[in-house]
């Protein structure tokens, strides 16, 4: 039976702020249908784009460089792959690393023998090296030691490598950072945000990483032949499926989702939107039910294959794998005759299930029904500068009803208790890197980055003590600029409510890893797989296909 | 190939050997650096995003913002919250001495289309401003914003900014001044010619110098700090 209420409540609703914006569910996130590599492959398959290797110049020990061409209906997009023969002790995943198995760029058209020339005398060097707004991206990988050369000694003498060995590890190389963005030189966003193709977010970087996938393959083949020889034998088209590209990561990607709060709204409201719309739907077609089921049961099968040795994911993962039995079960009896079938499934969900399951079953929910939600990618992208100008004709009055209404979160914290501030967050000299430092024992607290949202809003809050409500926040910022930073912020909170982290992001039980996991289920990345508090690895485009047979393979 | 080792404790190209000349940057990378260098010279992160912008919005018209912000972080960032009165009346100086122009620029941008805003019929003088060329992405901010072009004028000398837009005249006087006693008020003429957006190109010495006020905002790497970022094991596997 329909439950009229609860049915007039659902037409409209989407989970506010207050629940989604948490660190333990930010850090609970499954790629779904709108993940920034989904919606590539989509483009990719749909617009007929036609994929092609016009270069591979490398030698017996696999140095040398090569480019993978995408031509799609208005433009070209090369990716330039540059091998190294990398001796074992230079090989390091972190941002201070000088050297690496393959270094790569993302070049805009068909580059010249000049222009790969010219790329060759930079992109080996990655961060000291420059690059032009020719380029979309640049980017590095490593092989992974333990399956790479594995793989390359069984397909030389003819044999396929140990399954188990390849899913135990899932991918051949992985990249340790993909700058784009007007990063060393490269084309500024907003030069390319009006096109098409490129204009959800991250779609250059996943192109790059896509095509990056195709010449993990093609290297182990090339190594293998070269030694090999006669006896050699290509990879499984099974086997090459099920590996994607890793991707290994450390603090570098936290601070992004508090740097652009705009984008980081526009994410979450729209995937939000996407659940709403499917809890709205009346029905439950056949088709849509098969979809749900099949989905559900691929989500079991990954699960299955997810490792990760780190104590807070080994029970997150125990969680979702429990999660998972219990849909697959309730799924026996969906749909059920309530009025609003998807939703009774969902609040079915949030009563029963951990935060894992229930970002888990939104995934679910979602698959069958592009439709209805594969649209919505076209507003995930932001124009940040549209945030930048503050309205100093906003009242004092106004400023303070803006902080109650958006970070009540933050304001209820006291910060005068150590734990509450046990952290900041600073930039390295080593490559910029940022770091997370302790408060009470390291060095540079007073080099702190503004990442501490919430003591910020509410320092804000304290100092606009002795103002009256019909002041002008222009005359507020002429005698306080120390706290422009924040009211700009407060601002955008106020027209986006999803903008905001709504966690102390400087106290000591913050995880940054849930940050990370965040903005990586975004890009699409499956076996979140931490290393420590601050560093995760995870894999890309895992059961995609790959460019050069685009017909094989689905994504999940 | 090889790849050479880099030195590790750099941010990114070394551009104290890369001789004279002047390098193509993204504008993303100006903002990052102005904005960088003004905060490890001293402004607040709010206002040093202002200037980043400012500099980048400069740059991508050819004008060098950039140089003209380092010059004035050379000089010493003015804290000038107590030099300028905003009231009714109009816009008054309450003690002597510069005033910083990415402040005056964002109370320039804050007040308008406020009742108090400087830009009307009459002038309003502001006083003695370092470093006024970077006055103008305000002003052209504040034009697109209230529809009202602007003139800024200073002595011998004017420029006319339009909705996000600046006219080329006067502009390389405007660059060399390191400061000036400077006036605005409100343009009737709309069609005003604009400066057409090119790439950034920046001496090096100029991004080397800004360079070294970024890096201030860093904190030196040590053993713990660089242990406490990475995985907690090996990551060569």
């Known amino acids: ?556 | 190939m090889t790849a050479e080792p880099n030195d590790p404790t750099r941010a990114g190209t070394d551009w104290t050997d890369s001789g004279e000349g002047k390098v193509t940057l993204s504008r993303n990378e100006v903002e990052t650096l102005c904005s960088k260098a003004a905060r490890g010279a001293g402004m607040s992160w709010g206002l040093a995003e202002e200037a980043g912008v400012a500099a980048g919005w400069l740059a991508a018209r050819g004008i060098d913002g950039p140089a003209a912000l380092l010059t004035y972080l050379q000089t010493g960032v003015v804290d000038c919250r107590d030099r300028l009165v905003i009231m009714s009346d109009g816009w008054s100086r309450l003690e002597a001495g510069l005033l910083c122009p990415i402040a005056l620029g964002a109370a320039i941008s804050d007040f308008a289309g406020t009742d108090l805003g400087p830009i009307g019929p009459s002038r309003v003088s502001l006083g003695s401003t370092a470093a006024p060329i970077l006055l103008l992405p305000f002003l052209a901010g504040a034009a697109r914003r209230t529809g009202q072009s602007v003139c800024l004028d200073w002595e011998g000398g004017t420029a006319k900014v339009g909705p996000g837009e600046v006219a080329p005249d006067g502009v390389s006087e405007l660059l060399g001044m390191q400061h000036a006693e400077i006036g605005v008020q409100a343009l009737s003429d709309t069609n005003i010619a604009h400066l057409p957006q090119t790439v950034c190109r920046l001496d090096r010495r100029v991004i080397e110098a800004l360079n070294g006020f970024a890096m201030k905002t860093t904190v030196p790497p040590s053993e713990k700090s660089r242990a406490d970022a990475g995985a907690g094991e090996s990551d060569n596997d």
């Open chain 1, 1 to 556: 039976m329909g439950n009229p209420d609860l049915a007039q409540a659902t037409v409209v609703l989407r989970r506010p702020p207050s629940v989604v914006m948490r660190l333990a569910r930010m850090g609970s996130a499954h790629p779904m249908r709108l993940s920034f590599l989904r919606v590539l492959l989509r483009r990719m398959q749909s617009g007929a784009w036609t994929f092609d290797r016009p270069v591979w110049d490398v030698d017996n020990k696999g140095v040398g460089r090569a480019v993978y061409r995408a031509v799609g209906p208005d433009r070209t997009y090369c990716l330039v792959a540059f091998s190294h023969d990398l001796p074992d002790d230079m090989r390091s995943d972190r941002v201070i690393a000088t050297a690496w198995d393959a270094t790569f760029a993302l070049f805009d058209g068909d580059p010249t023998v000049e222009d790969l020339d010219r790329l060759e005398q930079n992109v080996p060097y990655q961060e000291a090296g420059r690059i032009s707004g020719r380029e979309l991206s640049l980017s590095r990988a490593n092989r992974s030691v333990r399956l790479f050369s594995h793989v390359v000694d069984r397909l030389a003498k003819g044999q396929q490598p140990d399954a188990e060995e390849m899913a135990g590890v899932g991918y051949l190389m992985r990249t340790t950072a993909v700058y784009g963005s007007g990063k060393f030189g490269a084309a500024d966003r907003r030069e390319i945000a009006g096109r098409e193709e490129l204009a959800a977010p991250f779609q250059a970087e996943m192109l790059s990483v896509w095509l990056t996938r195709q010449f993990t393959v093609d290297i182990v083949e090339h190594l293998a032949a070269a030694k090999g020889g006669a006896a050699a034998v290509r990879l499984d088209v099974g086997l090459k499926r099920g590996l994607g590209v890793g991707n290994s990561t450390g603090l570098g990607m936290a601070p992004f989702l508090v740097r652009h709060p705009i984008l980081l709204n526009n994410w979450m409201m729209t995937r939000e939107e996407a659940l709403a719309r499917v809890r709205s739907l009346t029905t439950a077609t056949e088709a849509q039910v098969a979809a749900l089921k099949e989905a559900a049961q691929a989500a079991i099968v990954n699960a299955a294959d997810w490792r990760s040795e780190h104590p807070i994911q080994v029970s997150k993962l125990a969680d979702l794998r429990g999660d998972l039995e219990r849909i697959a079960a309730k799924l026996d009896d969906f749909p059920s005759s309530d009025t609003y079938p998807w939703n009774a499934l969902w609040i079915w969900g949030e009563e029963t299930l951990s935060e894992e399951g229930q970002e888990a079953l939104l995934a679910l929910v979602l698959e069958p029904h592009g439709d209805l939600v594969d649209g919505l990618s076209d507003c995930m992208s932001a124009d940040e500068s549209a945030g930048f100008t503050i309205d100093g004709s906003m009242t004092i009055g106004g400023l303070r009803s803006v902080l109650r209404d958006r970070y009540d979160w933050a304001l209820k914290i006291d910060y005068s208790v150590p734990e509450e501030q046990a952290r900041f967050w600073y930039v390295s000299e080593e490559k910029l890197e940022p770091r997370l430092g302790d408060r009470a024992t390291d060095d540079g607290a007073s080099l702190e980055q503004p990442l501490c949202t919430g003591r910020l809003a509410w320092e804000l809050e304290q100092s606009l003590n002795g103002w009256s409500d019909g002041d002008l926040v222009a005359a507020f910022l002429l005698r306080h600029p120390e706290h422009r930073f924040m009211v700009r912020r407060a601002q955008i909170a106020d027209r986006f409510p999803y903008a905001e982290v709504q966690d102390n992001l400087i106290s000591d039980r913050m995880l940054p890893i849930d940050l990370m996991r965040c903005k990586l289920a975004f890009f699409g990345a499956t076996h979140f797989d931490p290393r420590s508090d601050k560093w995760v690895r995870i894999s890309l485009f895992q059961g995609a296909p790959y460019p050069l047979d685009l017909s094989e393979g689905v994504v999940r």
